[in-house]
């Protein structure tokens, strides 16, 4: 199981942005999808965005429009711009990687710790 390590969340304003990293702790990711994650407190955890090793990305509907993945395989990290956040994002956000179907199927043992991201009305 590949680690990572989430950053860049903090509290943000209605319609505000933030733009997490998500990087492995160890491997090129180059050929492997991630996902970005979140779970908000009493909720299961939801798919928000995933990128395949061909930068292929699909979004959450609630997401679309707003919320932009992307990766850099150079750095290697991936990242997720949000934008005209709102209140109902708020939640830990969290990124894994794996097989398409593993981000897909959220198919894994471990977790890294997140980041929290909480928005303000």
């Known amino acids: 199981q590949v680690r990572v390590v989430e950053s860049g969340g903090g509290l943000v304003q209605s319609g505000g942005s933030l733009r997490l990293s998500c990087a492995p702790s160890?491997?090129?990711?180059?050929?492997?999808?991630v996902g970005w994650y979140r779970q908000a407190p009493g909720e299961q955890r939801e798919l928000v965005a995933a990128i395949t090793s061909h930068n292929s990305t699909a979004y959450a509907e609630s997401v679309k429009g707003r919320f932009t993945i992307s990766r850099d395989n150079a750095k290697p990290t991936v990242y997720l711009q949000m934008n005209a956040l709102e209140p109902e994002d708020t939640a830990v956000y969290y990124c894994?990687?794996?097989?398409?179907?593993?981000?897909?199927?959220?198919?894994?043992?471990?977790w890294g710790q997140g980041t929290q991201v909480t928005v303000s009305s």
């Open positions: 160890e491997i090129i990711f180059s050929g492997y999808s």
């Open positions: 894994n990687i794996g097989s398409a179907i593993e981000v897909l199927a959220i198919r894994f043992a471990s």
